[in-house]
């Protein structure tokens, strides 16, 4: 499989916990080597009253923020799997997932005991309106 199937079939629950008010965050880590890049943290907006993801990309000396439709965001995120991270961590408030791509570029797909026990204000804010 690949890393854009595997990753896709990851995503499928970052879309699930938005639709059901679990999303709590987003995060890519563990860079490959000494990067500019060290991070990507993904939040719900709500912009023009409809839900997108906003992206903070985290260098060693800036962020830039860019805005993306929730499937949007599925195609730019994989862009950066395996150059430069390694893993992306789904925060739920029912359980944290964890993709991840070992030294030989196997991917695992583990589930842990929730580590947020609130879900994201603005996804919560946003279900109560509809």
């Known amino acids: 499989m690949s890393f854009t199937e595997s990753f896709s079939d990851f995503y499928n629950h970052v879309k699930a ?5 679990t999303f709590a965050k987003l995060t890519m880590a563990k ?12 939040r719900p907006i709500v912009e023009e009253g409809i839900l997108k993801m906003e992206l903070k990309y985290k260098f060693q000396q800036e962020e830039i923020i860019e805005i993306h439709t929730i499937d949007n965001a599925r195609d730019t995120l994989v862009s950066y799997i395996n150059n430069p991270f390694l893993s992306a961590i789904l925060f739920t408030t029912e359980f944290d997932l ?12 583990t589930e842990k005991a929730n580590t947020f026990g609130n879900a994201n204000e603005v996804l919560l804010d946003y279900l109560a309106s509809k």
């Open 17 to 21: 916990s938005l639709a059901d008010g």
């Open 31 to 42: 860079t490959i080597g000494n990067t500019d890049l060290m991070n990507i943290y993904v």
């Open 98 to 109: 964890t993709y991840k791509l070992n030294k030989k570029r196997a991917v695992s797909i």
